[in-house]
């Protein structure tokens, strides 16, 4: 009977290591496969000057600058985009159609669940993006709530639109879009009284046909670049790179360039969590 049990000891320590070796080759197969395809597949959305991609995959952006910066530090090929929208960006990621997911997707307890993300790349209060003027005299989400006539369109993959519904707005005040651009379109367009993002989404809103409406109430909501959950070493690895941009000051003078009316406004927000965790305690 001792016999037997020391056996099992010895087969069970040998399946652990098995199970180490393997749960660590897993994780290093991320670079080896990008360092045999030559590229880094990234799901990016289209969203200027944030960022943008071309039918050929070639990207642009600010988004697409920093991280650029950071898979050059972590010493792996140039990114290629990957145009996706936001909603099957997680389901794409999963499916492994591209390496990560670099457009950006809100830090939620949900998403953390079955999914990784990297220290926040962007963070803002809720936007109400309104046509010039706020002729519905719109200015928070509990205002919407007590106001079942007035419409809205949300991402639904998206943080804000778990605010919406804690604050109990009904399913027909309600339309989904699949990005920024689209949102904006139903404002303009008639179709909604407002479009829920966060504040700093949309740029340049007056371009736009809509100006922005800040909800002083609602929580900072954060985003990140988002990793398979096996995907940790490369997940570490790219953190790692990512904070030496705020360090050296290149964080800074990209957003200014891009943003020279509130780059800095932006970068002083979301640059105080240095981890998902700080945003979603529940996060890895």
């Given at each position: 009977?001792?016999?037997?049990?020391k056996?099992?000891?010895?087969?069970?320590?040998?399946?652990?290591?098995?199970?180490?070796?393997?749960?660590s080759?897993?994780?290093?197969?991320?670079?080896?496969?990008i360092?045999?395809?030559?590229?880094?597949?990234?799901?990016?959305a289209?969203?200027p000057?944030?960022m943008?991609?071309?039918?050929?995959?070639?990207?642009?952006?600010?988004v697409?600058?920093?991280?650029?910066?950071?898979?050059?530090?972590?010493?792996?090929?140039?990114?290629?985009g990957?145009l996706?929208?936001?909603?099957?960006?997680?389901?794409?990621?999963?499916?492994?159609?591209?390496?990560y997911?670099?457009?950006?997707?809100?830090?939620?307890?949900?998403?953390?669940?079955?999914?990784?993300?990297?220290?926040p790349?962007y963070?803002?209060?809720?936007?109400l993006?309104?046509?010039?003027?706020?002729?519905k005299?719109?200015?928070?989400?509990?205002?919407l709530?007590?106001?079942?006539?007035?419409?809205?369109?949300?991402?639904?993959?998206?943080?804000?639109?778990?605010?919406?519904?804690?604050?109990?707005?009904?399913?027909?005040?309600?339309s989904?879009?699949?990005?920024?651009?689209?949102?904006?379109?139903t404002?303009?367009?008639?179709?909604?009284?407002?479009?829920?993002?966060?504040?700093?989404?949309?740029?340049?809103?007056?371009?736009?046909?809509?100006?922005?409406v800040?909800?002083?109430?609602?929580?900072?909501?954060?985003?990140?670049?988002?990793?398979r959950?096996?995907?940790?070493?490369?997940?570490?690895?790219?953190?790692?790179?990512?904070?030496?941009?705020?360090?050296?000051?290149?964080?800074?003078?990209?957003?200014k360039?891009?943003?020279?009316e509130n780059?800095?406004?932006?970068?002083?927000?979301?640059?105080?969590?240095?981890?998902?965790?700080?945003?979603?305690p529940?996060?890895?």
């Amino acid at each position: 009977m001792r016999s037997i049990t020391k056996l099992s000891l010895v087969i069970l320590l040998l399946a652990s290591a098995g199970y180490s070796a393997s749960t660590s080759a897993q994780s290093d197969d991320l670079f080896a496969s990008i360092r045999k395809a030559g590229e880094v597949k990234v799901a990016l959305a289209s969203l200027p000057p944030y960022m943008e991609v071309s039918p050929t995959g070639e990207a642009k952006g600010v988004v697409v600058e920093w991280q650029s910066q950071v898979l050059k530090g972590m010493g792996l090929p140039p990114l290629k985009g990957v145009l996706t929208d936001y909603p099957a960006m997680i389901p794409g990621l999963l499916a492994h159609q591209y390496d990560y997911a670099g457009a950006g997707l809100n830090i939620t307890e949900a998403s953390c669940k079955t999914v990784l993300f990297s220290r926040p790349t962007y963070a803002a209060q809720i936007g109400l993006f309104v046509l010039p003027g706020n002729p519905k005299h719109l200015t928070s989400v509990a205002d919407l709530a007590r106001r079942p006539d007035v419409k809205v369109s949300v991402i639904r993959s998206s943080g804000q639109y778990e605010y919406l519904q804690k604050k109990e707005l009904k399913p027909e005040q309600i339309s989904f879009v699949p990005d920024a651009q689209a949102g904006v379109a139903t404002v303009t367009g008639g179709r909604v009284d407002a479009f829920i993002i966060g504040q700093f989404t949309v740029s340049n809103p007056k371009q736009k046909g809509v100006e922005v409406v800040v909800d002083k109430e609602s929580p900072v909501y954060a985003s990140g670049v988002v990793f398979r959950k096996e995907d940790v070493k490369f997940r570490d690895a790219f953190n790692q790179q990512y904070s030496k941009l705020f360090e050296n000051g290149f964080m800074r003078e990209l957003w200014k360039r891009y943003f020279p009316e509130n780059g800095e406004e932006i970068l002083d927000l979301y640059s105080k969590f240095a981890k998902a965790s700080d945003v979603v305690p529940s996060c890895e």
